[in-house]
């Protein structure tokens, strides 16, 4: 990373002082994901934005990739973070914010020595611009739609002061003692404040307001699929049933469903299998066998296989604690 003009480093090193005095909690949000693997983070219906302060480290944090409709923003703070969205990897430094694909499937990935504090803003779409706002706002969006083929958008705060400015007034809004309506207009003001300078930064103009808003309605009409998978993970979708689920026919569903979640259908469904397989190794006594049959994989090697390329270790592996030869030599293991 270049050094930082000296009145950024100042802005970046006020959010760093004001972290200080904030409380992360480890991350560990297990018990809330849902069995389609999605963090459910109830949002208020007329407050729709949250920040939540984490604290990642190696082994400690919970494994396993979500996907989610609200928007993220993702800031790890002290040390090297590596974060995959649907196939891409990007590697954060400190003071690295990320624009998260958030309807791709994506997680932080644990390798030896990860001790990180992270920020994580999320907010629903229509908290800053939905059909009955001024045109012009759809332009804080801007940077979570981007145009296919565009790297994961990341902004090095520590190299620009008005970004980091924002944020700092942020964090002072949303945990400082203001209360009621005062507050909630605080953080809307900041948090726009934030998204106009990405959205300033961002390559090329975007695409239009039209197709920010077809790219939320690919997302709903995909719902009834994804909350099928969810319940009956286990069962057999062929391509006509999950057309029909969503009410498309079959070309349209593969080109949308990639367009959305990132992944095939395929890949998508055996994600769904693998992310509750491991919860059933961790909380149950079954044999490896009867957790392969009851998520979905009739054939227990092809499950050995699928579980080891996802996680890096073999199921028995995981259940025992010990690493696997290419979980300990490659760090970008997914987990």
């Known amino acids: 990373?270049?050094?930082?003009?000296?009145?950024?480093?100042?802005?970046?090193?006020?959010?760093?002082?004001?972290?200080?005095?904030?409380?992360?909690?480890?991350?560990?949000?297990?018990?809330?994901?849902?069995?389609?693997?999605?963090?459910?983070?109830?949002?208020?219906?007329?407050?729709?934005f949250a920040i939540t302060l984490f604290h990642y480290t190696s082994r400690q944090h919970t494994?396993?990739?979500?996907w989610h409709e609200r928007l993220e923003l993702f800031l790890p703070l002290d040390g090297v973070t590596r974060f995959r969205m649907g196939d891409k990897d990007v590697t954060l430094q400190p003071g690295d914010l990320l624009v998260v694909d958030n309807l791709k499937l994506h997680h932080v990935v644990d390798f030896a020595g990860f001790d990180t504090r992270a920020i994580v803003v999320s907010f629903r779409p229509d908290f800053v611009y939905s059909l009955g706002s001024p045109a012009h706002d759809y332009a804080f969006l801007l940077p979570f739609y981007p145009r296919p083929g565009r790297r994961p958008r990341v902004l090095a705060l520590p190299e620009h002061p008005e970004a980091a400015a924002a944020l700092d007034r942020l964090l002072t809004w949303r945990f400082g003692d203001?209360?009621?309506?005062?507050?909630?207009?605080?953080?809307?003001?900041?948090?726009?404040?934030?998204?106009?300078?990405?959205?300033?930064?961002?390559?090329?103009?975007?695409?239009?307001?039209?197709?920010?808003?077809?790219?939320?309605?690919?997302?709903l009409r995909l719902k009834p699929l994804f909350d099928h998978i969810a319940a009956r993970y286990a069962d057999k979708l062929s391509v006509s049933r999950a057309a029909a689920l969503a009410g498309m026919t079959r070309p349209q569903l593969m080109k949308t469903f990639k367009k959305v979640a990132g992944l095939t259908l395929l890949a998508y469904l055996n994600h769904v299998r693998l992310a509750n397989a491991l919860r059933l190794l961790r909380d149950t006594d079954l044999t490896i066998g009867e957790i392969a049959s009851a998520v979905g994989f009739s054939?227990?090697?092809?499950?050995?296989?699928?579980?080891?390329?996802?996680?890096?270790?073999?199921?028995?592996?995981?259940?025992?604690?010990?690493?696997?030869?290419?979980?300990?030599?490659?760090?970008?293991?997914?987990?």
């Open 1 to 48: 990373m270049r050094p930082a003009p000296p009145r950024a480093a100042s802005a970046w090193r006020d959010v760093l002082s004001h972290c200080d005095q904030l409380e992360f909690q480890p991350h560990d949000i297990a018990a809330q994901l849902d069995p389609g693997g999605r963090y459910e983070m109830r949002l208020d219906e007329e407050f729709g």
């Open 178 to 219: 203001t209360q009621g309506p005062l507050h909630r207009a605080g953080c809307r003001a900041f948090l726009l404040e934030l998204l106009l300078e990405l959205a300033r930064r961002s390559a090329g103009a975007g695409p239009p307001p039209w197709e920010l808003l077809r790219q939320q309605q690919r997302s």
């Open 63 to 66: 494994r396993g990739t979500t």
């Open 299 to 335: 054939d227990q090697s092809y499950f050995d296989k699928r579980f080891k390329r996802a996680f890096g270790q073999t199921p028995k592996d995981f259940r025992t604690g010990t690493d696997g030869s290419k979980s300990s030599k490659d760090p970008t293991r997914a987990f």
